[in-house]
């Protein structure tokens, strides 16, 4: 049910096939759907070929939906059994599957999973009678596809014998002070090995240290080995474990998160964009972001008629009657001093001058949000400061609807969600905005009530309940479209929607969701949409973040102030999409490039992890000014793609000040050294350029013809570039 999900789950832990895997890279492919296709006898060498690490629709098969077979044929060797001390049980791991699988060995089912989220690893008896040792055997992957991605996904994909070693689990735990790993043995008996953990430069591959310890652990037990005390460099370190018996070995992989983010000043720093929109008449809710010791004062000079300002907290609150352009100061102060900045109320039709920013509760919760889990994220997104650079709308996603309306065809919110209008008056106390997710169809994608002929209604509830911001998801609106193909067909519902949200009195930013079908860039802006999803859902693997974030290539011609393409929420910190909530598993060079490819595209920033569990390195990732001031730029423009080869990418924007932002990508699993010539990214007005690192916040010179970056694997380096 997903929709276009990408795929490979590499990444923060490296993961490799073990030296016995059985590895199964690609299959025979075959869309349809015949029970005979699981025999061994089936032919399928007229059969197509495909990739297992990637949905079909990455490989030549767009938009389909329905059942289609993976047929793998793989040699069994008995010798994996004999080189096992544990010779029963026998692993397929064919990590995760768009939506359903049913797999069979041969001919017999081996098991069955329904959902897109999970990963799919079933346990076979090595005595089983139809598995063939020391001979050719067919492994069948029955796929069914409701819509969106489809297809096996999610990594690597192999057969091994289960193991002694698989009672161990291999940990690393990193703080600003030090980095541990720990050993855990999950089963009843004692396990001995060798724990080897090293410590290396990523950059010149020298091992800096190692630490060899004989570990003994007894069932159940954990052992924690210190490996650094001051993480503050990018290293690369790897714990392995070694057991005596089998001298198999588990290993994982891990990048120190190396924070760039500079401490912010003592002194007052406003970081408000400079602009906002609003519509005459409507409520105007606008919190001056500052940084600085607190507390802070603020000031405005030149407040606009109808509106009133809060100097305890920079809360500008009231309505404008005329349209037109109101400039003002504001002005805030400390004990270390005072600072200011011209700002604009744009009073008028265009809502979102400059991307939204906030969080949205689906890549965290899922259908598991609730009041409770949005206010903690709230509350910890004023008490770590991200309000203060500019961090404002809390978004709750799918699964807050009752199933049933009232009388009057009003939606009514579950029990998650007691009181609507308290937690919007809530949220609007503290200088946030508040945002609400609803499908055109009579269901949502997660399966909750949709607006589909309530429009009115709902429209109506929001406004009620000072609702600022709506996605509106496509979803179940496939079944009332039905073949109709037509762009009038796939505007429809989002018209409907944009008509009644423009009779409401308040302003509430409109996000479309339809993964970029018929290429809404092109006319999202007809049905008044402020943002909208150019791609399916992202995930946090460098598969998922790279296809989204590097195909944005055409976008930049339609996005301008107001109209902005998104191409989906960010995927750092914990994540989960339902109850149990991991750390992303995208590297700390990956998050790098994330937070300054979307800056680039002037994406709207939507933080997916949950807020209250924020950690160090996620914070600074996303509290660092001149970043976000690169998404928020009042010119309104999205950066082009300059360069682009298998190995690195060149993206630029162009900024208000005459500057330009410049993402130097490599996408390759290696330190590249990286040149871009000012002649080949078309800066050609002087020879010699001023270059400012934007995550350091530090210039680094004048460059004559060119400037030449060491960038890390799947990392950036970020740059301002002045005349
Ligand atoms: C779709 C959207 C996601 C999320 C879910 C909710 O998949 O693309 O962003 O809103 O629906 O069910």
Redesign the pocket.
């Known amino acids: 049910m997903?929709?276009w999900i990408t795929i490979l789950a590499t990444t923060f832990t490296i993961q490799s096939f073990a030296q016995q895997d059985i590895k199964l890279e690609q299959a025979k492919f075959k869309q349809g759907d015949n029970a005979e296709w699981k025999e061994l006898s089936t032919n399928d060498s007229q059969w197509a070929t495909i990739k297992t690490g990637m949905i079909w629709e990455l490989q030549g098969y767009p938009d389909y939906n329905g059942y289609a077979w993976y047929r793998f044929h793989f040699f069994l060797p008995s010798s994996i059994k004999q080189n096992s001390l544990w010779k029963d049980s026998l692993r397929v791991f064919l990590n995760k599957v768009d939506d359903n699988d049913e797999t069979y060995i041969n001919g017999t089912l081996i098991g069955k999973t329904e959902g897109w989220n999970i990963t799919r690893e079933y346990h076979l008896a090595t005595a089983s009678s139809f598995l063939k040792w020391d001979a050719d055997n067919v492994l069948c992957v029955r796929v069914f596809d409701s819509g969106g991605g489809g297809g096996m996904y999610g990594g690597n994909i192999f057969i091994n014998m289960m193991d002694i070693i698989d009672n161990i689990t291999v940990n690393m735990q990193f703080n600003a002070k030090q980095c541990t790993a720990s050993l855990h043995n999950k089963s009843f008996k004692n396990i001995d090995g060798e724990f080897i953990t090293t410590v290396t430069n990523p950059e010149t591959n020298k091992v800096l240290s190692t630490i060899n310890k004989k570990v003994s652990l007894k069932g159940g037990d954990t052992y924690l080995s210190n490996i650094l005390t001051n993480v503050t460099e990018r290293l690369l370190i790897s714990a392995t474990f070694k057991e005596t018996q089998t001298k198999k070995t588990i290993t994982l992989t891990k990048t120190t998160p190396y924070i760039l983010t500079p401490s912010s000043s003592a002194f007052p720093k406003i970081n408000s964009a400079k602009v906002f929109g609003v519509r005459s008449g409507s409520p105007v809710l606008y919190k001056i972001a500052a940084t600085g010791d607190k507390p802070l004062k603020y000031s405005v000079e030149n407040l606009p008629k109808g509106l009133k300002f809060d100097a305890t907290n920079g809360i500008i609150t009231g309505k404008i009657d005329e349209r037109g352009d109101y400039s003002m100061k504001l002005i805030v102060s400390n004990v270390k001093g005072k600072t200011e900045k011209k700002f604009t109320i744009k009073v008028g039709d265009v809502l979102a001058l400059t991307p939204p920013m906030g969080w949205n509760s689906?890549n965290c919760w899922g259908l598991s949000v609730s009041s409770e889990k949005l206010k903690s994220s709230a509350q910890a997104l004023i008490d770590k400061g991200l309000i203060d650079h500019g961090w404002t709308y809390m978004n709750i996603?799918?699964g807050w609807e009752e199933p049933i309306r009232d009388e009057k065809g009003n939606v009514i919110p579950n029990k998650k969600f007691p009181d609507m209008k308290a937690l919007g008056d809530w949220l609007h106390g503290k200088g946030l905005k508040f945002g609400i997710?609803s499908s055109p169809g009579p269901k949502?994608?997660?399966g909750y009530l949709g607006s589909y002929q309530h429009e009115i209604n709902d429209a109506n509830s929001y406004a009620s309940w000072g609702i600022d911001y709506l996605?509106y998801?496509w979803?179940s609106y496939e079944e009332i479209n039905g073949k109709d193909t037509t762009l009038a067909s796939y505007q429809k519902p989002y018209a409907i929607m944009r008509d009644v949200l423009l009779k409401q009195k308040r302003d509430i930013t409109f996000s479309l969701?339809q993964?970029g079908m018929k290429n809404v860039w092109e006319w999202g802006d007809k049905v008044n949409g402020n943002c909208w999803?150019t791609t399916g859902?992202i995930e946090d693997t460098w598969e998922s973040l790279s296809s989204i974030g590097f195909s944005q290539t055409v976008q930049y011609k339609y996005t301008k102030p107001g109209r902005w393409s998104d191409p989906?929420m960010l995927v750092v910190g914990q994540l989960g999409w339902g109850e149990s909530l991991h750390a992303t598993k995208l590297t700390p060079d990956e998050q790098y490039t994330h937070i300054s490819l979307w800056c680039l595209l002037s994406a709207p920033l939507l933080i997916g992890g949950d807020i209250s569990k924020i950690d160090d390195f996620t914070l600074n990732l996303l509290s660092n000014d001149e970043v976000i001031a690169v998404d928020q730029d009042v010119l309104g423009k999205e950066a082009k793609q300059i360069v682009a080869n298998s190995i690195y990418q060149v993206w630029m924007k162009e900024l208000e000040d005459g500057s330009h932002a410049i993402g130097i990508f490599n996408l390759s699993n290696k330190y590249q050294n990286i040149s871009v010539s000012w002649n080949d990214i078309e800066l050609k007005k002087s020879i010699s350029k001023k270059v400012h690192d934007l995550w350091r916040q530090k210039n680094l010179g004048s460059f004559k013809d060119s400037f030449t970056s060491n960038v890390a694997p799947h990392g950036v380096t970020f740059i301002k570039v002045n005349d």
């Open positions: 997903k929709k689906w996603d799918d997710y949502t994608c997660g996605k998801d979803c969701c993964y999803r859902d989906d």
